[in-house]
Structure formats: C-alpha cells, structure tokens
C-alpha cells in the first residue's frame, strides 16, 4: 500500500522510472538485443560516434544512449529528439526504427551464465549445464527466450527498411564496415576515421579499464559480485571450448530453424528443413 | 498538473485498464487475436460453454472475461482463477498459455473499415483503397500493430508450444462444433456434446445480433458509437471477394502473401502469387 502511495507520488511529478510505460515518438530509433548479446559495447559504439568530443564511460552512458528502464520520464521526455534508445524488449510495436543486435545464443548463454552469477541470480553452485535448459526454456529472463526475441523482431520486422539486423559476430570481426552500416541506418554522416574512433574509444580493453573505475557507478554492475567482470570475454565462438556438448546439442535441437537462419552453423545436429518457417527459408519480409 | 493527479489517484487505486502492463498470473489463460477477427465471438463460445449458467451476454461478457483495455486493473487482479483474459497485444512472453484467433487480412480490412465509420474513426465516404494501404502500412486506428506483426510476433514464437491454440475465423464458421471441441479440449473443458451445441446456438451471429440491439448502451465496444451501424455485421468469411477492389486485394497479398499461405490462406492474384517468395 506504502509503496503504492510512493509510486503515485512519483507518478505526478514524472519521476517514477519508466520500464518500458513511457511515450515512444514516432521519430525514435531503438538499439535493441536480447540481454548478453553487445547491447553495452554497441551503446559505447554509438555514444562515442554520435559525441566525439566527449569521454564517454559507464558513468554517463545512461544518459548519452539513454535506458529507459532506468531513467525518470520526465529525463526521457526532455531527451532532443530524434532520440536513440536501448531496450532488451521483445517485438514491441511502437518501435518503429530498430537496429536489432543478434548474437550466437550458445555464446549468450554462456554470458548470461556468468552474468547471473555475478549479479547472484543463481547460486555459486548451479553449473552451466544445469543452466541452459532453464535459459532455453525462458526461465532466465524476463525478456522471454533468445529464440522468442529473435523470432518475434525478426518475423515481423524482416524485410522492413526501418529495420536493421546486426550480427554481434560480425561487429567483432569487421567493425569497421558494420558500425559504418549502422551509421549509415541512423544517418550519421562519419568517414572511415570518425568511425575508427569511435571503435578504439569502445574496445574491450578499454571497457574493462573504465569498468575497474566505475563498477560502483553504473546500473548495470552496482552491488554485482566484482569479482566477476561485466565486460568479460567480449569475442565470439566462446561456447566451443565451455559449453558441454549435451548443452550444445540441447539448444541446437531447440532453435535450428533460426540458428540456420542467422548464418550460426550447427555442430550437433542436420537440420530438418520441414520445421523451417517459410520466412527462415526465404528471408523474405512478411 | 490536475489531470496528472488525478491519472495518479487512478493509478494508485488501480482503477485504470493495465493493458500491456497486466500482472500475469501462472495459469492465466488469454484469448488473443488481432482486431475484428472475430474475438467477441469467440468469447461468446467460450464464456456460454465455460460459464454456461452465468447466461453471458454483451452486458456481463467483460466480467466473465475480462478485457484488459477495459476492466480496471483491481477488478482483473480479482478475477476468479484461473482467468480467461481477452487481448489483442502482440507477443508478449508472459502469457502462459494461449488461444490466438487468426482471420483472413482481407476480411479483417474490411471489418475494420467499418468498424472505424462506426466509432467515428473516419467519415463514412473514406476511399476504401486509401483505407487498405494504410491498413497494410500499420497506419491503424489503434496500438495492436499491423496484421502481419501482430499475427508473425505470435505464429512464430509459440506455434509449436503445447500452450499455444491457433483457430482460424474461417474454421470456426464452418465447423462450430469441431473447433469448439479443440478449444475445450485445451481450456480443459469436458466435451460434452450437448454442452458445445448450446454454446454454438448461444453464440449464432442471430442471437449476438438481437443481445446488440438491446445491449448495446451496456458494452464498452459499442457504447459511444453510431447505433445505425451493427458491430456484429455480415459474420462471414469470404465478403473481400466481393467488396474488396481488385488493387487493394493486390496490395494485401504483396505485402503479407507468405504469412497468409503459411497460415492457409489461398491468395488469388495470380502474377503476384510468387512474387513475394522470388523478391530476395
């Protein structure tokens, strides 16, 4: 009831934090992902593109590519426009501009894996194995399962020109071609050089330097156990050496259509082609 | 300032429709489907065979089940458990179990047109074709999302969960009874011959039609609206074939050709039938 109260006082003077109940204008563009899929790095990215003259770091990114969830509205509200948004929300209609960040969900849950039990979601002693069938069936998140995200944005998204598909794998082995994509997308005028800077400026290593600094200072990592980092592989192809192959084989056998889709290719698995959605086998828009 | 404060006081007493914000509850049920595709009927079916003796009718159908744009949020969260919910929100990966209608795009356009004449959403004399290609743009008169996002977001997220009941409009209006039973079989409803036939004879488009008349002024759909037009209209599958214009056919069926075939839906323009698949 008490916080009920507090929530209506907050209400009134606009300062409650927005979850995902605030105005969506028509000219804003989201950076959207499913939780551990480069949401952070491509936020840096972005930040630094957009503001080359300022030092970006986990003290002000909030601000500088704004998270809804964990901002007031009225800050929201008096963000300029056309404002450039993060969210890890499933297909949400009133996004109408979306680069959508997808990554090899044998790499995401293996970082959601290590994520959990640095923010203590899970105890010390729940193995991976034990883990990814509780991930695969959406029980990790409250953003529904990786395959729910991706097939949700993708299905009625695809083919959209107001949507853009970004592959994290990708980003990390051609950076600069792909953030050139993306700023293409969002219209931001920047030569080979603007775009370089922005891609050391937002490196892993320098990642960890400042979340060393800051850990204290940002939503994402205040009272986590620091003894596991938030930035922590940040590479590719991490699940072959750490994930059980039983657990491989488990998500394989779940999300083949859509694994082939993404160009992910399978270990475990020959992929039946009659479980293939006909937007998977064509990749056309619907 | 005044209106914040009063939206405030409503929020702090919950007395306003949760929408997309509804506390789902584990064994939550919810009946979802894009706009004129055929919901209120279907919540007639369900209600007369889950509710029989409660004699549902346009004045306590929002009771029965509850439409979350509409019922305060107090009274759902009170709602006798489990709830069957009403919605027409694209995917949402709280709800737990699901029966989705699907309707022909082509018909839905067409009920939607004059659904929207009927709550004053546009004049009566609106080019029908002007109404079709904003249809398949999402320019909507409401936050669902276009056909073909609300529909995708749903089918290809859930369609092989056991939790997930796809009917379409176009087989309950041939086979009531057939579908029905699939229906009552996933709500965990006895299939009681008897039961299912007088669900179906409570539901026909006749009785709903007399219930509008009476009732109108009673139910949120059509309280505020122009009585000279029905809400329950032609209750058909098929009327495009008739009403819709040959471009309009052609530009539903560039734009959402491979969901529709997905789902069984024949498409009828023929130089346009394969050009969605060849396009990439």
Redesign the interface.
């Known amino acids: 009831m008490l916080g009920q109260f507090k929530y209506a006082v907050k209400y009134v003077l606009g300062r409650d934090q927005a979850g995902n109940n605030y105005t969506v204008f028509p000219d804003d563009t989201f950076l959207v992902s499913y939780p551990k899929s480069g949401n952070t790095w491509v936020r840096f990215l972005l930040a630094n593109l957009i503001h080359p003259n300022q030092t970006i770091d986990f003290t002000n990114i909030n601000q500088m590519l704004p998270a809804p969830g964990v901002l007031s509205k009225r800050f929201l509200r008096t963000l300029p426009r056309p404002r450039i948004l993060k969210s890890h929300e499933p297909f949400d209609v009133r996004f109408r501009k979306v680069v959508y960040l997808v990554r090899d969900p044998r790499d995401v849950a293996v970082s959601e894996y290590h994520f959990d039990l640095k923010k203590r979601y899970i105890g010390a002693d729940v193995t991976l194995e034990q883990f990814v069938p509780r991930f695969i069936a959406g029980g990790t998140s409250s953003y529904g399962s990786w395959w729910e995200h991706a097939a949700s944005w993708i299905a009625a998204r695809q083919g959209n020109p107001a949507f853009l598909l970004v592959r994290y794998e990708d980003l990390l082995s051609d950076a600069l071609s792909e953030t050139a994509k993306i700023a293409e997308f969002l219209g931001i005028q920047a030569g080979p050089e603007r775009l370089q800077e922005a891609i050391d400026k937002s490196s892993a290593d320098r990642m960890r330097k400042l979340e060393k600094q800051q850990a204290d200072q940002w939503t994402g990592t205040k009272n986590t156990r620091k003894e596991i980092p938030f930035v922590r592989a940040a590479k590719s192809g991490g699940w072959k050496e750490t994930l059980p192959a039983h657990s491989v084989e488990e998500i394989e056998v779940a999300w083949a259509p859509l694994l082939n889709f993404l160009g992910y290719q399978l270990q475990s698995h020959e992929l039946d082609c009659k479980t293939v959605p006909a937007w998977v086998r064509t990749g056309q828009s619907l | 300032m005044i209106k914040?404060?009063i939206?405030?006081?409503k929020?702090?007493l919950g007395m306003y429709p949760p929408g997309?914000?509804v506390k789902v509850f584990p064994d939550d049920i919810f009946l979802v489907s894009y706009p004129k595709s055929g919901n209120t009927w279907t919540r007639f079916l369900v209600a007369n065979l889950a509710y029989p003796e409660k004699n549902p009718d346009f004045s306590n159908i929002n009771a029965l089940i509850p439409d979350l744009e509409v019922m305060p949020k107090r009274e759902i969260e009170r709602a006798p458990r489990p709830r069957i919910i009403k919605s027409h929100q694209?995917?949402?990966?709280?709800y737990p179990k699901i029966l989705y209608i699907v309707r022909d795009p082509r018909d839905v356009v067409l009920s939607e047109y004059h659904f929207d004449i009927k709550r004053r959403a546009i004049p009566e004399d609106y080019p029908v074709q002007q109404f079709v290609s904003r249809f398949v743009r999402?320019e909507v008169n409401h936050?669902?999302?276009?056909w073909?996002?609300?529909v995708?977001?749903w089918?290809?997220?859930?369609r092989?969960d056991p939790r997930f009941l796809l009917v379409t409009y176009e087989a309950l209006q041939v086979q009531a009874i057939d579908e029905l039973a699939r229906i009552a079989r996933f709500l965990n409803i006895p299939e009681d011959a008897e039961r299912l036939a007088f669900a179906v004879k409570q539901s026909s488009a006749d009785r709903m039609r007399e219930l509008e008349k009476k009732q109108a002024h009673l139910w949120s759909s059509t309280k505020e609206t122009r009585k000279d037009k029905p809400f329950v209209r032609s209750a058909k599958a098929g009327g495009w074939k008739v009403d819709l214009p040959e471009a309009s056919l052609a530009e539903v069926e560039a734009a959402?050709g491979?969901?529709m075939?997905?789902i069984g839906y024949e498409l009828v323009v023929s130089n346009l039938a394969h050009a969605?698949?060849e396009?990439?």
Request: positive net charge; hydrophobic residues 25%; without cysteine.
């Open positions: 914040r404060l939206s405030g006081g929020q702090f997309r914000r694209y995917f949402d990966p709280r999402g936050p669902y999302g276009s073909a996002e609300n995708a977001s089918f290809y997220t859930r092989d959402w491979g969901l075939r997905e969605g698949m396009r990439h």
